[in-house]
């Protein structure tokens, strides 16, 4: 059975009353270019996504991104908000 990325994260916006797009790089090509990637061919996670946050403009350039090295550390929601806030302003 195969997934349908787009089709995912439709239902996953429409599920979370999501209003904002939200992105998936589910052929890995622009996580390499923004360093995103574990890229240590030794690592059992080679060539998945590291946890990772962007914030676009409406024009689609990158104003902030946090890349985690340790998968399990999360952003607060409210770390987010206060960039956005920040940005906004």
């Given at each position: 059975?195969?997934?349908?990325?787009?089709?995912?994260?439709?239902?996953?916006?429409?599920?979370?009353?999501?209003?904002?797009?939200?992105?998936?790089?589910?052929r890995?090509?622009?996580?390499?270019?923004?360093?995103?990637m574990?890229?240590?061919?030794?690592?059992?996670m080679?060539?998945?996504?590291?946890?990772?946050?962007?914030?676009?403009?409406?024009?689609?350039?990158?104003?902030?991104?946090?890349?985690?090295?340790?998968?399990?550390?999360?952003?607060?929601?409210?770390?987010?908000?206060?960039?956005?806030?920040k940005?906004g302003?």
């Amino acid at each position: 059975m195969s997934v349908d990325p787009p089709a995912v994260l439709g239902e996953f916006a429409r599920t979370n009353n999501l209003r904002h797009l939200v992105l998936s790089d589910a052929r890995r090509q622009m996580l390499p270019a923004y360093g995103a990637m574990v890229t240590d061919e030794k690592s059992p996670m080679y060539r998945f996504g590291k946890r990772a946050y962007f914030i676009l403009d409406r024009r689609g350039i990158v104003r902030w991104m946090k890349i985690q090295q340790n998968p399990l550390e999360l952003i607060q929601p409210a770390d987010v908000l206060s960039v956005v806030m920040k940005l906004g302003s």
